[in-house]
């Protein structure tokens, strides 16, 4: 079982940064791949970054590429999803998630392959 509570949302100008952590509690955090995924208004949740267990390899959408970094610390439990230059299109509700299987070599976007979830935190980036 992990379970897992993410920090670290709230308000920003446009152009600003915010740093997202997802502390985990279990002891198979560390060989789990971890996920970010979103959620605005009347959106269905989508796919934002994803980490393999080992830090090796990492998956951006699009949408974010270039602009966030998704980042773990296997020794604290956390990964951390560092985002600059938001845009008001980035306001949501902000979810950690780790995959159902542990030390899978590969990433997945999909949200139903992740297993654990935290209760989200707010993004809000004002125009």
């Known amino acids: 079982q992990v379970q897992l509570v993410e920090s670290g949302g709230g308000l920003v100008q446009a152009g600003g940064s915010l740093r997202l952590s997802c502390a985990a509690s279990?002891?198979?955090?560390?060989?789990?791949?971890m996920g970010w995924f979103r959620q605005a208004p009347g959106k269905e949740r989508e796919f934002v970054a994803a980490?393999?267990?080992?830090?090796?390899?990492?998956n951006y959408a699009d949408s974010v590429k270039g602009r966030f970094t998704i980042s773990r610390d296997n020794a604290q439990n956390t990964v951390y999803l560092q985002m600059n230059s938001l845009k008001p299109e980035d306001t949501a509700v902000y979810y950690c998630a780790a995959d159902g299987r542990p030390l899978r070599p590969t990433l997945r976007v999909r949200s139903r392959e992740y297993d654990y979830w935290g209760q989200g935190t707010q993004v809000t980036v004002s125009s």
């Open positions: 980490i393999t267990w080992s830090g090796s390899s990492t």
């Open positions: 279990g002891r198979t955090f560390s060989s789990r791949a």
